[in-house]
């Protein structure tokens, strides 16, 4: 039986310091989203989520995007990007018009984001989305389409993600190398949200902790809008590097330690529980680890307070993130934790002792023909970066004073078309 007719094929690409995945997924004609490929590779030449070396770059994306293409048996062209690093910042801005207490023309709502675009100031950044996310009536929130409506005032919410230019630039270049062109470089916060976060959590009030390996991006998000966000310097390969350091291992050991036998809640028997340092049939790769008994055998219970005292510096500095974004006067408290960190076993309950607020770890959403071993936190971004691909965003490039901007106005139905009528304006 042949299978559902695709009409559309997107790429994408999320470039992380700890691996490369990509994705090929197709547009059926029932408007279902199916995953053709999906592929992921260790990362190379990234640091942080900024690109240190461009060729090894170019090749580790070269070569995921080639495992996502063979998987799928067909190729694509041009990419979704997802960048966490890059200095991300996030605002909203405001803009009012008169309407005077008339009916609400199409024309209306064209000027409105026309005159939009001047509030937009990125201070010598690059505004990666500008997207007009809610409208307002005469203060009323919350408005989808105003079309139709009266009014006194029509205003409009725009979302701003600003990102340093020179990092976006070698992304942008390292996947151009890679004989890719760049549809869009999306926010990885604004990716992880469309994929791990319900319409519901957006609107009453959620963190999202994308708990990365080099980066942890926390973002709030509240009356369906990401509101604010702050990065931190920190994620989960800190915790293999303390690893490391304190039994005196190779890096390739303690990840699998952190991996395989890590956890984030200690248990009484730990004490009592001795791990072994190198995988079956490496008994003899790498150094004896330091505090180890003569068979390279170390008590799991070292092992934990390392892992849980490198969390509690990061727990302190999402703590210290959520407290600058205000988000304890948010109507929600949930915190919702994604990226490859958050598969650490115990993670949920560790953050919500140390956080004081409840705490789940966001699931990828179910894709058609999604690879089992995709279905993670670590790939909520790649998942992502397709659904907002699917949404069908429109991006503009425009020149700015002295460089090349790329805003990209992005909503769904027909906003998208209200869009499409600012290109002669930028």
């Not at 890096?251 to 009592?272: T, W, Y």
């Not at 529980?273 to 180890?292: C, L, Q, T």
């Amino acid at each position: 039986m042949a299978g559902p007719r695709i009409t559309r094929v997107f790429g994408a690409v999320n470039i992380g310091s700890f691996r490369i995945s990509a994705i090929v997924a197709g547009m059926s004609e029932m408007g279902d989203m199916i995953v053709l490929g999906s592929g992921h590779r260790a990362s190379q030449g990234i640091k942080r989520g900024y690109v240190t070396d461009m060729a090894a770059a170019t090749y580790a994306v070269r070569d995921a995007i080639d495992r996502a293409e063979k998987m799928a048996d067909t190729s694509v062209t041009k990419v979704w990007i997802g960048c966490s690093g890059a200095g991300l910042a996030s605002r909203i801005d405001q803009f009012d018009a008169e309407i005077g207490g008339r009916r609400i023309e199409q024309e209306d709502i064209d000027q409105l984001l026309v005159s939009a675009r001047e509030v937009i100031q990125p201070d010598g950044r690059m505004v990666l989305h500008a997207q007009p996310a809610q409208y307002r009536l005469d203060g009323a929130h919350g408005v989808g389409n105003p079309k139709g409506l009266h009014a006194e005032r029509l205003g409009v919410d725009i979302h701003i993600m600003l990102a340093d230019g020179a990092p976006i630039r070698n992304l942008t270049e390292a996947v151009q190398s890679a004989h890719l062109e760049v549809e869009a470089i999306v926010g990885s916060p604004i990716a992880a949200g469309q994929a791990c976060l319900s319409p519901e959590e957006r609107d009453l009030g959620v963190a999202l902790v994308e708990f990365g390996a080099e980066v942890t991006n926390v973002a709030v998000y509240s009356h369906g809008l990401l509101i604010d966000m702050i990065s931190i310097p920190m994620g989960s390969a800190d915790i293999t590097d303390a690893i490391a350091s304190a039994f005196g291992i190779r890096r390739f050991q303690a990840e699998r330690l952190k991996c395989v036998n890590g956890s984030a809640i200690a248990s009484p028997h730990d004490h009592r529980e001795m791990i072994p340092v190198n995988a079956p049939g490496e008994e003899h790769a790498g150094p004896i680890a330091r505090h180890a008994d003569d068979k390279n055998r170390i008590p799991r219970a070292e092992l934990i307070g390392v892992i849980t005292g490198q969390l509690g510096l990061l727990m302190e500095e999402v703590n210290k993130a959520l407290k600058v974004m205000r988000f304890n006067a948010q109507r929600g408290k949930q915190v919702v934790f994604t990226g490859g960190g958050a598969e650490l076993v115990g993670l949920a309950d560790y953050a919500q002792a140390a956080l004081g607020k409840p705490v789940r770890v966001g699931s990828v959403p179910h894709l058609t023909g999604l690879a089992e071993a995709h279905v993670k936190p670590g790939f909520s971004t790649l998942a992502g970066l397709v659904l907002y691909a699917a949404a069908d965003p429109i991006d503009i490039r425009t020149f700015g004073k002295n460089r090349q901007q790329t805003i990209s106005y992005s909503g769904l139905g027909v906003i998208n078309r209200v869009y499409r009528a600012l290109r002669e304006y930028f």
